[in-house]
């Protein structure tokens, strides 16, 4: 069975709303996770490493307003999209990183569009 | 600057016969590589990992080979079953500690039965 749960797994939006997604960890406690992103034909892109009781370390070109991410527990992440645009619209996925061995599980993913 | 590359976006094969997935990387700095198997609507599976020191990890029917001279690496799947059929990145680690990841763009497997 997955050990990581992400939800939703699809949210359609209208241009300005926030979106919030989920990534649970259910298997192991989970002080790192990692939120990515995947345009259509493109590898999965980093956006940010979340951190649990600490700030999220943004990538390169990732606006950190407009993407924000909370690690209240270690077993939770959440990554909000702000005022949301139609070029926001992307598949998003999260991972949690199992503390024994360095492996990262993933969620199943969020298809964001955003009309 | 795409630093990890899958150059197949796709490769067919026959039910039984081997499949093999190639990966290029520019950064001699990686220092461990990771296999992952995705699903339609699915989050990737991890699958099969090697470190930098290693040359070959065997794990079932899933090799992968690395080759650091030429900066490549390769999924060797023998004998290639249907269910193999889905996309396959490969990943690649900058260190041990630091844990990010940095994929390939994926290849898509599909095994004709």
């Known amino acids: 069975g997955a050990v990581v749960s992400q939800h939703p797994s699809r949210v359609i939006c209208k241009s300005g709303t926030s979106v919030k997604i989920e990534c649970r960890s259910l298997?192991?406690?989970?002080?790192?996770m990692f939120w990515y992103r995947q345009f259509p034909k493109q590898s999965l892109m980093l956006m940010a490493t979340s951190n649990e009781g600490s700030k999220a370390t943004y990538e390169q070109g990732v606006e950190k307003d407009k993407f924000l991410i909370n690690h209240a527990s270690l077993t939770l992440s959440t990554l909000t999209v702000t005022s949301a645009h139609p070029e926001d619209s992307s598949f998003y996925i999260c991972s949690a990183l199992r503390p024994a061995g360095g492996i990262q599980y993933f969620g199943a993913g969020t298809r964001l569009s955003v009309l | 600057d795409q630093q990890v590359k899958q150059n197949s976006p796709s490769l067919s094969v026959q039910e039984g016969r081997i499949s093999i997935l190639n990966c290029d990387y520019t950064?001699?700095?990686?220092?461990?590589f990771l296999w992952y198997k995705k699903y339609p609507a699915e989050g990737p599976t991890f699958l099969i990992s090697i470190s930098s020191i290693k040359d070959k990890n065997e794990d079932g029917r899933f090799t992968v080979f690395l080759n650091k001279s030429a900066k490549h690496l390769s999924l060797h799947i023998v004998p290639s079953q249907p269910g193999d059929s889905a996309v396959y990145f490969c990943?690649?680690?900058?260190?041990?500690?630091?844990?990010?990841?940095?994929f390939g763009t994926g290849t898509r497997l599909t095994i004709i039965p």
């Open positions: 950064n001699s700095m990686f220092d461990y």
């Open positions: 990943a690649a680690l900058l260190n041990f500690g630091n844990e990010k990841l940095t």
């Open positions: 298997d192991f406690q989970a002080t790192t």
